[in-house]
């Protein structure tokens, strides 16, 4: 039978897994992962933390694992993320407003540097805005405003021309605030002729909480500024047990963002954020949920797995 990512290009998109260092020793789960999909991301081994854990001294051998995988299975990366509040090295935190900037962009330079040519994209900012809106607090938007953005942007296109450069966020799936924040954020930057090719929409998404409002109208609407849109980080967790309508949900939400993104020409994949409840950030992120993913803890196709391929 055709791959997720085979039923994906056939409609011109790809479909992507995140993965993890660890996960790559596990065979069982490196055969799917190797064979199933046309992008991998590294879920946390591109953060800065970990690439510039100590100012000035980098480390790419995580990195570097994840795209030695993708390029022997033949897979492209996402790369995943230059610049975030979370999980930042404490002495970014602690600099003085003045050296954030260089600090960023020499983070940028040298990692989107060391990657140059190997990844597709990059989400290039993470997380920029609050639920309501409004800019988040960060190191970043501390020192220089919402600019940060600006300047990581024009540091990414010096540092890599090829890569597709995107911000990212959660909770701007659907219409609302946080979207509608974003979307003005893009408009203004596309005017402004910043660097900007595409908005990764992360679409975490929960039974309890409903499907995001008008997801697909949405997607279109930002990529009616003249830019790609993709789904970054789908997954579809619920409050434990599981029970069959949270499974009927479940399901409905997977196939409804697949159809959400073949239905936007301008969405170019769709990224699980890992393929496997084995490897879900889920149940380490959200106290008694789980069973967001279309593979189980014991890597055995899920019902919803024919769902997203019946939907592709
Ligand atoms: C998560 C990873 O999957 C976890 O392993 C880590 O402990 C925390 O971060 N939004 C993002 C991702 O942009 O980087 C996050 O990944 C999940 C939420």
Redesign the pocket.
Same mark, same amino acid.
């Given at each position: 039978p055709p791959t997720l990512n085979q039923l994906a290009a056939a409609k011109g998109r790809y479909f992507a897994s995140?993965t993890?260092n660890p996960e790559l020793s596990d065979a069982p789960y490196t055969a799917v992962l190797g064979s199933e999909f046309g992008v991998i991301t590294p879920? @946390?081994s591109m953060k800065w933390d970990t690439t510039e854990p100590t100012r000035g001294q980098f480390s790419f051998a995580k990195g570097d694992a994840v795209v030695s995988f993708a390029q022997a299975h033949g897979e492209d990366v996402r790369g995943?993320?230059l610049v975030w509040h979370s999980?930042l090295p404490g002495w970014v935190s602690a600099l003085p407003a003045s050296e954030v900037r260089s600090a960023m962009e020499s983070h940028i330079a040298g990692e989107a540097g060391h990657y140059k040519g190997q990844v597709k994209a990059w989400d290039v900012v993470?997380?920029p805005f609050n639920d309501d809106g409004t800019y988040r607090t960060s190191p970043f938007y501390n020192a220089m405003g919402k600019d940060f953005i600006t300047y990581a942007l024009q540091a990414a296109r010096a540092a890599d021309p090829a890569a597709k450069l995107y911000i @990212?966020d959660?909770n701007t799936d659907g219409t609302g605030a946080k979207s509608d924040a974003m979307y003005n954020l893009v408009r203004d930057l596309k005017a402004a002729g910043v660097p900007i090719d595409g908005v990764g929409f992360?679409a975490?998404l929960a039974t309890q909480y409903g499907f995001p409002s008008q997801m697909q109208q949405n997607l279109q609407r930002f990529a009616d500024l003249g830019v790609d849109v993709a789904i970054t980080?789908l997954d579809v967790r619920m409050v434990l047990p599981a029970d069959a309508t949270k499974l009927a949900a479940q399901s409905t939400y997977y196939r409804q963002v697949t159809e959400a993104c073949l239905a936007v020409s301008r969405c170019v994949g769709i990224t699980i954020?890992d393929y496997t409840d084995k490897y879900s950030?889920v149940p380490?992120?959200f106290s008694g949920q789980g069973s967001a993913c279309l593979w189980d803890s014991n890597l055995q196709p899920k019902a919803v797995l024919d769902v997203v391929r019946t939907a592709l």
């Open positions: 995140a993890d879920g @946390n995943h993320t999980q993470n997380e @990212n959660y992360q975490h980080e954020w950030w380490g992120a």
